[in-house]
């Protein structure tokens, strides 16, 4: 696309949207945690600083997701807080 062409539409099940309206933004990041399909916890995650999620839910299946509007190279999940030193 030409540099003042905006993409729009659906692709792959999703709507495309402008991503120059989310470099504009400030820079925020939102994890939201699912145990067996249901959304247990939501947290704005401020820093790259580890952080517990809460306790008290046993599930078969657990989903995260993460919505960003800064690049992301990775997210590490662990048990305990020792396994992450690995990381």
Known sequence: LAANQQQSGA???DDLV????YQSQSPTTT???YADGE???RQSVEDAK?????SGFKAHTYELEVIS???MYSVAIAEVGK???MV
Do not use: H, K
Not at 18 to 21: E, L, S
């Open 11 to 13: 692709f792959n099940g």
């Open 18 to 21: 402008d991503i120059a309206f």
């Open 31 to 33: 994890l939201i945690v």
């Open 39 to 41: 959304e247990i916890w």
């Open 50 to 54: 580890m952080f517990r999620l809460p």
């Open 69 to 71: 509007n800064v690049d």
């Open 83 to 85: 396994e992450l030193m």
